[in-house]
């Protein structure tokens, strides 16, 4: 679930056009998803993760608050402000920023003061190489160097998004993300362009822990139902 200026993103045309004060509004869903029987949320913060600012933070702190769902935030957490100010409001995961994996001091030191258990770093790919989601134009560093750095550190869990793909429902980097899970020999969640019923069972027949689903929701493309 990604939130913008206080509402939904990413949501279709189809519910635009009919009732959108509802269908833009984070508490229709989560009641949604709450009566499919859906236990997680990944919730991202867009304009803290873009633009640095924090005006969702009491919506944020809200849906955590009073949802029964495990969350997870993404709001370009870098900082251990940043961890420390969230995990005040005790969501379920912490997820580093992508611009994280550049520094790995931080890396370190963020799991020497807090439970690494409730840590998730995200790793952006684009064509091979590293990069981060506030800039999707890949960095000189390999993924494959990344892996192996990240290895030799004790964080229990990653989502691994390839950035070319995210928002447009072209079919997950499957191969990709099995490879960075090979080396970094963690659990690893897939997102980015995770768009059918059929493509999530491919992912829970493959050796990956998971994958996020987003905008396919929203433009009535998966059945939950069905895959609960």
């Not at 995990?87 to 994280?100: G, R, V």
């Not at 990069?131 to 290895?151: D, P, V």
């Not at 090979?182 to 019923?197: A, D, H, M, P, Y």
């Amino acid at each position: 679930m990604d939130i913008k200026n206080g509402r939904l993103s990413r949501i279709s045309a189809k519910f635009l056009n009919n009732n959108p004060n509802k269908h833009l509004n984070p508490f229709f869903w989560i009641e949604k998803f709450n009566k499919l029987g859906i236990n997680y949320l990944h919730l991202v913060d867009l304009d803290a993760a873009l633009n640095k600012k924090t005006k969702n933070f009491p919506l944020v702190k809200q849906i955590i608050k009073s949802s029964q769902l495990k969350i997870e935030i993404s709001a370009g957490i870098k900082t251990r402000q940043d961890i420390e100010k969230y995990l005040e409001l005790n969501p379920w995961q912490i997820i580093l920023s992508s611009a994280s994996v550049f520094n790995e001091k931080f890396i370190k030191n963020t799991l020497k003061q807090f439970k690494s258990n409730q840590i998730t770093l995200s790793v952006d790919y684009n064509q091979g190489f590293a990069a981060s989601r506030g800039n999707i134009k890949k960095s000189k560093i390999k993924i494959s160097t990344l892996a192996e750095k990240l290895s030799q550190l004790d964080i229990k869990r990653y989502i691994f998004t390839d950035v070319s793909k995210d928002g447009k429902l072209s079919g997950a980097n499957l191969k990709a993300a099995q490879k960075f899970k090979e080396t970094v020999r963690s659990k690893v969640l897939i997102s980015g362009g995770v768009k059918s019923n059929k493509e999530i069972q491919t992912i829970k027949n493959s050796s990956l822990d998971g994958c996020i689903i987003g905008k396919a929701i929203y433009e009535n493309k998966i059945d939950l139902q069905k895959i609960l």
